[in-house]
């Protein structure tokens, strides 16, 4: 079945410098969505790309969805204390098919 | 309005006992979708409920788990008899019915089980 890869698993920073997860698939991802997770928490979603390409931004995250639709990234920049947790991408296929294919996640610490 | 709720938030049995999981979605949902996390791996789907009406149960690990959700509104997930590997967080997550291309779930808080 389809497989969401996801680096790197873990990652930390000093507060006000960047960070960026990436996500890569085998096969054509159909959707991409972001999820964030705060330790103790539960998934919130973020957004979601669809066009091959599509670029999005939310204040200082950016999202970027691959021109061959087999890769995404998210992009923090500045990061702060509140950016602390984990970051999920998930393939969603859409159609009849509603169920969220996970990558395994980047744990981000930020070192105030 | 009121989120995604999930009973118990905490959970340790033993080995071969049987648990119990409820989730409660918002109200209106008509999807509503277990997924599972073990320690240290991804999130994985188990199954997916349109309604009262199993859609995609593709998910479900074996036989000992048993999803339903009668009447359309609150589900309850069963592992009979537990094993050590159940342990895991389980999340619940609903979206209401809406476009075939977009779908966001909001997921409950989870439901931490420990099988000893």
């Known amino acids: 079945g389809q497989q969401v890869m996801q680096i790197p698993q873990y990652q930390h920073v000093q507060e006000g410098e960047d960070f960026t997860t990436y996500c890569n698939s085998s096969t054509t991802l159909s959707n991409i969505q972001w999820y964030k997770q705060r330790p103790g928490g539960h998934p919130v979603f973020l957004i979601q790309l669809v066009k091959s390409g599509e670029v999005k931004k939310q204040k200082r995250l950016t999202f970027q969805f691959g021109e061959a639709k087999k890769n995404s990234s998210l992009h923090i920049t500045a990061t702060q204390t509140t950016d602390v947790g984990t970051y999920f991408c998930?393939?969603?296929?859409?159609?009849?098919?509603?169920?969220?294919?996970f990558g395994k996640g980047t744990l981000l610490t930020v070192n105030p | 309005e009121a989120g995604v709720t999930q009973f118990p938030s905490h959970s340790v049995i033993e080995k071969g006992q049987t648990v119990t999981l409820r989730c409660d979605p918002i109200?209106?949902?008509?999807?509503l979708y277990w997924y599972r996390r073990v320690m240290g791996k991804e999130i994985k789907f188990l199954l997916h409920f349109v309604k009262e009406s199993k859609q995609d149960e593709s998910g479900m690990p074996n036989n000992r788990f048993l999803a339903e959700r009668t009447g359309g509104t609150y589900s309850t997930l069963k592992v009979q008899p537990a094993e050590l590997e159940d342990s895991g967080v389980y999340f619940c997550?609903?979206?209401?019915?809406?476009?075939?291309?977009?779908?966001?779930?909001?997921f409950g808080p989870g439901t931490r089980l420990t099988v000893l």
């Open positions: 997550a609903s979206s209401p019915q809406g476009s075939l291309h977009y779908n966001e779930q909001f």
């Open positions: 109200s209106g949902h008509d999807n």
């Open positions: 998930a393939d969603f296929s859409g159609g009849s098919n509603y169920k969220l294919t």
